[in-house]
């Protein structure tokens, strides 16, 4: 088995690589060319930790694909990051371990931010000239990247709950002169007046509430991949005109859909379609101006047998 360390492939996959490589993902999911286990997710709450183990095998693939993604939230306070994982590329012909990624959470973020740009490309209006970026991590860090690769953005817009991390972003946007970037001083009226807005958080508290949510507006969240992480609150859900799921089964277990079910404000039914209806064709993504539109991500296997698949390209392994 042959180990590929972080650095041969950081930053050097494209969004708009990484963005059409999970769009094939999806649609293979769609079509019935993807087979994947349901995700194991452990919380450790004494340890204020999490372990999560997500893969998929997509047919005709070279490799069927393991990921082992971790969460000690502690390690802020130790200077350390809260992120960690690994890849594990099984020989799709014998079984036997291929290749390993010592992605270290770089892949993951990476696939989840160009989840975002797909959702972004089915159902934000293609007008928007200016998005809202809610959250400065590493996960909103390359979200960032994924929205501008994306629409045609001028001005992006980062509000956190910690400013002095939204303001390293935004310096860092501003800093690679593709885009304007500026911090929000507070969320409340910046959620008003923008129509694209990405929730990339760990919060536990809903962040955007319903009645600050104007027509036509569109957000993707990707902060709840546990069931007790929520970015929106449960009546937005039940205002929108479309929600989209990555996978409904995992949203109604830890995304904003579980906690809308929750609050007996939303069922599964009222679900528009997944991901995979709209990269596959089977659905149309936004079709009127005044729409809302929300897309509840939570992460699906076939986005790191995705993504992994272009590494192999990428680095001709």
Same mark, same amino acid.
């Given at each position: 088995?042959?180990?590929?360390?972080?650095?041969?492939?950081?930053?050097?996959?494209?969004?708009?690589?990484?963005?059409?490589?999970?769009?094939?993902?999806?649609?293979?999911?769609?079509?019935?060319?993807?087979?994947?286990?349901?995700?194991?997710?452990?919380?450790?709450?004494?340890?204020?930790?999490?372990?999560?183990?997500?893969?998929?095998?997509? %047919?005709?693939?070279? &490799?069927?694909?393991? %990921?082992?993604?971790?969460?000690?939230?502690?390690?802020?306070?130790?200077?350390?990051?809260?992120?960690?994982?690994?890849?594990?590329?099984?020989?799709?012909?014998?079984?036997?371990?291929?290749?390993?990624?010592?992605?270290?959470?770089?892949?993951?973020?990476?696939?989840?931010?160009?989840?975002?740009?797909?959702?972004?490309?089915?159902?934000?209006?293609?007008?928007?000239?200016?998005? +809202?970026?809610?959250?400065?991590?590493?996960?909103?860090?390359?979200?960032?990247?994924?929205?501008?690769?994306? +629409?045609?953005?001028?001005?992006?817009?980062?509000?956190?709950?910690?400013?002095?991390?939204?303001?390293?972003?935004?310096?860092?946007?501003?800093?690679?002169?593709?885009?304007?970037?500026?911090?929000?001083?507070?969320?409340?009226?910046?959620? %008003?007046? &923008?129509?694209?807005?990405?929730?990339?958080?760990?919060?536990?508290?809903?962040?955007?509430?319903a009645a600050w949510v104007a027509t036509g507006t569109h957000i993707t969240s990707v902060g709840t991949g546990s069931p007790e992480k929520v970015e929106l609150?449960?009546?937005?859900?039940?205002?929108?005109?479309?929600?989209?799921?990555?996978?409904?089964?995992?949203?109604?277990?830890?995304?904003?859909?579980?906690?809308?079910?929750?609050?007996?404000?939303?069922?599964?039914?009222?679900?528009?379609?997944?991901?995979?209806?709209?990269?596959?064709?089977?659905?149309?993504?936004?079709?009127?101006?005044?729409?809302?539109?929300?897309?509840?991500?939570?992460?699906?296997?076939?986005?790191?047998?995705?993504?992994?698949?272009?590494?192999?390209?990428?680095?001709?392994?």
């Amino acid at each position: 088995m042959k180990v590929i360390p972080l650095e041969a492939f950081r930053d050097k996959i494209p969004l708009g690589v990484a963005i059409a490589a999970v769009e094939r993902g999806f649609r293979a999911l769609c079509l019935g060319e993807a087979t994947l286990p349901d995700p194991l997710v452990a919380e450790l709450n004494d340890l204020s930790a999490e372990v999560h183990v997500k893969g998929a095998y997509v %047919k005709g693939a070279r &490799h069927v694909v393991l %990921k082992l993604a971790t969460g000690w939230y502690k390690n802020r306070e130790r200077g350390l990051p809260s992120g960690d994982g690994l890849f594990l590329l099984l020989d799709a012909t014998t079984g036997a371990p291929a290749l390993l990624l010592a992605e270290h959470g770089y892949l993951t973020d990476l696939r989840t931010a160009a989840a975002v740009g797909l959702t972004l490309k089915y159902l934000a209006a293609k007008h928007a000239r200016t998005a +809202l970026l809610v959250g400065a991590g590493a996960v909103a860090r390359l979200s960032a990247r994924a929205i501008i690769a994306q +629409l045609p953005i001028e001005t992006l817009t980062v509000w956190n709950r910690t400013p002095a991390n939204a303001e390293r972003l935004v310096r860092d946007l501003t800093a690679s002169g593709v885009v304007q970037a500026r911090v929000a001083a507070a969320l409340e009226p910046e959620v %008003k007046r &923008h129509r694209v807005i990405v929730t990339a958080t760990a919060s536990t508290t809903p962040l955007i509430k319903a009645a600050w949510v104007a027509t036509g507006t569109h957000i993707t969240s990707v902060g709840t991949g546990s069931p007790e992480k929520v970015e929106l609150e449960p009546e937005l859900l039940a205002k929108a005109d479309k929600v989209i799921a990555d996978r409904v089964f995992q949203t109604a277990r830890y995304g904003n859909l579980h906690h809308a079910m929750a609050a007996g404000l939303f069922t599964p039914e009222r679900v528009y379609g997944e991901v995979g209806d709209l990269a596959a064709g089977r659905l149309p993504g936004r079709e009127q101006d005044d729409e809302i539109t929300i897309a509840d991500l939570t992460g699906v296997g076939v986005q790191d047998a995705a993504i992994a698949a272009t590494v192999v390209e990428s680095l001709d392994l």
